[in-house]
């Protein structure tokens, strides 16, 4: 009786964990800050199975009196393979949307990426920093 209840709890989490990443279902990554002359990873995406679509938003918000950089998408096969989403610098991107975003000095600026058909791939939102600039940013993304 015992592993019927514990094999139960377990197959409830896996439906849980599933229904909050799958299709349809908008998913918000862990918010991050650029800050000063520095690069970082905002977050990534990882797409494993076959989707319509991505579309991923992110939200900055400036904390600083002024706000600078430069994001930038990126994709491949796995981290430390990742290329700037574009044909000049990823050759074998067959979508190459507006791979970058130069931050400008609003209050909140948001960046709006639809890639159709994402494949199995990573897709990573990199920053770079201007100095004594500091932006918070959210990203969220959707899978159809």
Known sequence: MKK???????????VSTYAQRGKGRVVTLTADTIEGNNNVNLGEVIVTGTYESLFIQ??????????????YLKSGIDSAAVLVNNQSTNPNAIFAPNDTLATTDVATQYWNIEIPKPGGKEYHIWADGDANDTVATVIKYILK
């Open 58 to 71: 992110v939200a900055m918000n400036r904390i600083s009196t002024a706000a600078g950089g430069t994001l």
């Open 4 to 14: 019927i209840i514990l094999i139960s709890i377990v197959f409830l989490f896996a």
